[in-house]
């Protein structure tokens, strides 16, 4: 038997179910929602966890649609689930957890009687802590940005080259490979010998269908590879990029993009313009570097600094 909260599955069953955290403001319990998996054969255990930022919902658009394509009768091993992290940002359409305005994904390994986030990350790290390899669903929040799997540990962690394969498994294209922030999953989980990526699928807000396709073949890409089902994967050469280089607004106005997702940037290429309100043009900025055209705001409008877009450099074949 195999259990994730209230969720219980005997070989070859699965079942749905809640992983209690704690209470909401009303005093009500609240649980995220949780999948178990059990194969009828014996093997690995891959846990998946989608919603970690309350905004990112094409995750969820892949949970959705793995969950009920899994047999677990053709199944070796286990798939554990956590459909919603960011209990709280969801309900509300919030990247952060309102409650206590934090990034649930700079919380991790979490802390079970700290912060509201913090309580949350310890809870789904428990989970990823049972597991052999962990997928934790993201996008490029409310900003457009390709189809790409991020790899967090660092170039020196003993497990890069197993979080590399699992990015080249999950197979969207396009590794982004640089070392992330203190308190991510994708750099928690390493430390505990466990091969993480994060697959960032897609932005903007809503619902991606060509997303959340790569997502669903990403997960099956991993299933199949690994052994949990049969069949064998074609690994493609993946477009990584090891530098991030983000581009802020001279000026106050409207952005007008010159380069669109995918298109290869040359030092000196024009990648944005600022006009003001009535036309007129007041900034052109050019790339610094070499690299791919990664993601970009989504609204036009912009204050002096503010965010624009960002290219990925350093860009290699693996
Ligand atoms: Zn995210």
């Given at each position: 038997m195999t259990t994730l909260g209230t969720a219980s599955a005997a070989p070859g069953e699965m079942d749905t179910g809640r992983l209690a955290v704690g209470e909401t403001r009303d005093g009500s319990q609240f649980g995220l929602p949780v999948a178990v998996v059990n194969g009828a054969d014996d093997g690995d255990t891959l846990y998946l966890q989608a919603v970690s930022d309350g905004d990112e919902l094409n995750g969820l658009g892949v949970v959705q649609r793995v969950v009920p394509q899994l047999d677990p009768k053709q199944l070796a091993g286990t798939v554990l689930v956590v459909g919603v992290v960011n209990y709280h940002g969801f309900q509300v359409a919030e990247h952060r957890n309102p409650i206590d305005d934090t990034k649930m994904n700079r919380t991790y390994p979490g802390n079970e009687s700290g912060t509201s986030s913090e309580r949350i990350a310890a809870a789904t790290f428990e989970v990823a802590s049972r597991a052999d390899l962990v997928l934790d669903l993201h996008q490029g929040s409310t900003s457009r940005m390709l189809n790409e799997a991020r790899v967090r540990c660092g170039p020196r962690h003993r497990?890069?080259?197993?979080?590399?394969?699992?990015?080249?498994?999950?197979?969207?294209?396009?590794?982004?490979?640089?070392?992330?922030?203190?308190?991510?999953?994708?750099?928690?989980?390493?430390?505990?010998?466990?091969?993480?990526?994060?697959?960032?699928?897609?932005g903007s807000v809503g619902w991606d269908e060509e997303s959340i396709?790569?997502?669903?073949?990403?997960?099956?890409?991993?299933?199949?590879?690994?052994?949990?089902?049969?069949?064998?994967?074609?690994?493609?050469?993946?477009?990584?990029?090891?530098?991030?280089?983000?581009?802020?607004?001279?000026?106050?106005?409207?952005?007008?993009?010159?380069?669109?997702?995918?298109?290869?940037?040359?030092?000196?290429?024009?990648l944005f313009e600022v006009t003001d309100v009535f036309g007129t043009l007041k900034a052109e900025v050019t790339a610094d570097q070499r690299g791919i055209f990664w993601r970009a705001r989504r609204l036009p409008q912009v204050a002096t600094g503010e965010y624009v877009c960002s290219v990925g450099t350093d860009v290699d074949e693996y």
């Open positions: 497990l890069h080259d197993a979080c590399l394969e699992l990015a080249k498994v999950f197979g969207c294209g396009y590794v982004l490979d640089q070392k992330g922030p203190d308190g991510q999953l994708a750099r928690a989980a390493p430390d505990e010998g466990i091969p993480t990526i994060d697959p960032e699928l897609g396709r790569y997502g669903v073949e990403g997960v099956f890409n991993v299933l199949r590879h690994y052994g949990f089902l049969d069949g064998d994967v074609e690994l493609q050469p993946q477009t990584r990029a090891t530098g991030f280089d983000r581009y802020g607004a001279p000026s106050g106005g409207v952005v007008d993009f010159e380069k669109d997702l995918g298109d290869a940037v040359e030092p000196g290429d024009v």
